[in-house]
C-alpha cells in the first residue's frame, strides 16, 4: 500500500471519528449562538427601570453602566477572545516569510594579492501550509468563535447584575432613610415627654424611677438612630462604589430623587412566557462553553492523525564574482505520530472531560435558573400577602400607643406600660417599611433571575435567536 493509500484511509478513518461527535442526548438548546438580551442595547436594559423606579435610579444605574471597572473587564475579555480566534484563523491560511540581505565585500594589501570590492546580493521566500486534513484547525478556530459569544454572554450578565445590584442598594437606601425618620421622629416624642417628667418630678408627681425608665428609652433611641444613619451612610458608599466613585454626584440623585420606597409596575407575572430563561446570558454562556468544549474534542481527535504540509522557498544570489543563481525547492511533508507516550490520547481524555463538565455546569445552572426565578415568585407572593397584614398591624397598635398615651397622661397607666406599647407601635412600623422593602428587592430578584429588562413588548426570545443566528452565520 502507497503513502497516498494511507493517507487517503486515516483520511476516512478521521472524517468517521470526528463524525461521532454529536450533541449530547440530553434536552439543551436546539442551536448554540447566544441570544443577546435586550439586542445588545442598552437602553433596554434600563427601560424597565425607567417605567418602574424614579429618575435618580435610572440616572444611577446609567452613570454604573458607564463608569463600573467590572464591565470594563468583561470588555477586555472580548477583546482577549477575539485576538485569540483571530490566532487560531490565521492557522487555516499558508504562511509566507521573507529575507534580504546587500554585502560589500574586497580584499586590499599588494596589487597581486588585491581583490576589487564586489558586491553581493541575496533575497528569499519561504512559504509554508499546513492542511487542514483532519479538521483540526477549523475545530480549534470554531472553539475560539464560540468563545468570543461566551465573552459577549458574560459581559450581558455583568450588566444585569450591575443593574440588579445598584436598584437593590437604592431600594435599601430608601427603606433604610424611612426607618431614620421613624425613629428621629420616635426619639423627638420621647425627648419632649422627658421634659415633662423632668419638670412633674420637681414637683413631686412623678417618681425618679420613672423618670429614669424614660431617660434610658431616650438614650436606646438615641442609639437606635445613630447606627441608621451609619447604615444609611454605609448605602451611599455602596452605591458611589458601583457607579464610578463620585459619591458627591450620587449624594446629588438620592437627594432629586423620591423619598419613598419605589415600587415597579411593569414586569408582569401573567406576561412571563415559558422560554424566559432562554434570556439569561449566563445560560447561554453555559451553552456556548458545551460548543466550544466540543469543538475542542474533536480537535484533539484530530490530532491523533498525520498531519500535511506543504512547503517551498525561491532565493536569488547575485554577485560580479558568482554571477546569479536562483535555487528553489517545493513539496509536501507528512508526519505521521508513530509513538508519543500516549500524549496525544492524554490530551483527547482531558478534552472530553472538560466537555463532560461543560454539559454539568450547564445542567446546574439550568436548575439554579429554575430555583432563582421560582424561589423570586414564591417570597414576592409571599411579601404581597404580607403587605396587607402589616399595614393593619402598624395602623392598629399606633392607634393602641395613642390610646395608652392618653391613659398615662391622665394618670390611669403607667410609663411603663406606654414604653411597652411605643415599641410595640415602632416594630409594627419597622416591620412594614422592610416588607415593602423587601418586597420591591424580590421584584429585583426576579428581574435579575428572568435575564434583566424583560417586557412583554420586546421581541421574543426565540425571534432574538433566530435573528442572532443569521447575524453570525
Avoid at 455546569?361 to 426565578?373: F, H, P, T
Amino acid at each position: 500500500m502507497g503513502v497516498g493509500s494511507v493517507v487517503a484511509c486515516l483520511f476516512i478513518s478521521g472524517c468517521t471519528t470526528l463524525a461521532d461527535l454529536q450533541k449530547p442526548d440530553m434536552k439543551i438548546a436546539n442551536i448554540w449562538h447566544a441570544t443577546l438580551p435586550h439586542d445588545g442595547r442598552t437602553g433596554d436594559l434600563v427601560s424597565w427601570w425607567s417605567d418602574s423606579f424614579d429618575p435618580s435610579l435610572t440616572a444611577l444605574i446609567t452613570a454604573a453602566q458607564a463608569k463600573n471597572p467590572s464591565l470594563e473587564t468583561a470588555e477586555a475579555e472580548i477583546g482577549k477572545a477575539r485576538a485569540t480566534l483571530a490566532s487560531a484563523q490565521a492557522s487555516l491560511f499558508p504562511g509566507l516569510g521573507g529575507s534580504g540581505s546587500l554585502t560589500h565585500s574586497g580584499t586590499g594589501g599588494d596589487k597581486a594579492n588585491r581583490v576589487a570590492v564586489a558586491t553581493t546580493a541575496s533575497g528569499s521566500l519561504d512559504a509554508s501550509w499546513e492542511i487542514d486534513l483532519f479538521g483540526k484547525t477549523r475545530q480549534k478556530s470554531e472553539a475560539a468563535r464560540f468563545r468570543v459569544h461566551e465573552r459577549v454572554a458574560d459581559w450581558h450578565d455583568a450588566r444585569v447584575s450591575l443593574a440588579a445590584e445598584v436598584a437593590d442598594y437604592y431600594v435599601q437606601y430608601r427603606a433604610c432613610r424611612q426607618l431614620e425618620r421613624v425613629y428621629t421622629a420616635e426619639l423627638a416624642s420621647q425627648s419632649e415627654t422627658i421634659q415633662a417628667m423632668e419638670t412633674a418630678e420637681t414637683s413631686g408627681f412623678t417618681s425618679s424611677a420613672d423618670l429614669a425608665l424614660g431617660r434610658a428609652g431616650v438614650a436606646s433611641s438615641a442609639s437606635t438612630l445613630t447606627a441608621q444613619r451609619a447604615e444609611c451612610e454605609i448605602l451611599v458608599k455602596s452605591l458611589a462604589r458601583l457607579t464610578g466613585g463620585d459619591e458627591p454626584h450620587v449624594r446629588n440623585l438620592l437627594v432629586k430623587g423620591k423619598s419613598g420606597i419605589p415600587t415597579p409596575k411593569t414586569l408582569k407575572l401573567s406576561a412571563v412566557p415559558a422560554d424566559a430563561l432562554r434570556q439569561r446570558p449566563d445560560i447561554n454562556a453555559l451553552e456556548l462553553e458545551i460548543a466550544a468544549s466540543l469543538a475542542e474534542v474533536g480537535a484533539a481527535k484530530a490530532d491523533l492523525y498525520p498531519s500535511l504540509s506543504l512547503g517551498g522557498s525561491v532565493t536569488i544570489n547575485s554577485s560580479k564574482l558568482m554571477g546569479t543563481s536562483l535555487p528553489w525547492s517545493f513539496g509536501p511533508a507528512l508526519s505521521i505520530p508513530l509513538f508519543d507516550g500516549g500524549l496525544r490520547r492524554a490530551a483527547v481524555g482531558s478534552a472530553t472531560a472538560a466537555y463532560d463538565a461543560a454539559v454539568a455546569a450547564y445542567k446546574s445552572g439550568v436548575l439554579d435558573a429554575v430555583a432563582e426565578v421560582e424561589t423570586a415568585l414564591v417570597r414576592i407572593d409571599g411579601t404581597r400577602r404580607r403587605i396587607g397584614d402589616s399595614t393593619v398591624a402598624a395602623r392598629s397598635y399606633r392607634a393602641y400607643f395613642n390610646a395608652v398615651d392618653s391613659n398615662w397622661k391622665a394618670g390611669g397607666a403607667s410609663l411603663l406600660d406606654r414604653e411597652d406599647a411605643r415599641r410595640l407601635a415602632q416594630l409594627a412600623e419597622v416591620s412594614l417599611i422592610e416588607v415593602r422593602r423587601d418586597s420591591v428587592r424580590y421584584w429585583i430578584a426576579l428581574y435579575k433571575a428572568l435575564g434583566g429588562g424583560w417586557n412583554a413588548n420586546v421581541v421574543s426570545p426565540k425571534a432574538l435567536q433566530q435573528k442572532s443566528k443569521e447575524n453570525l452565520l
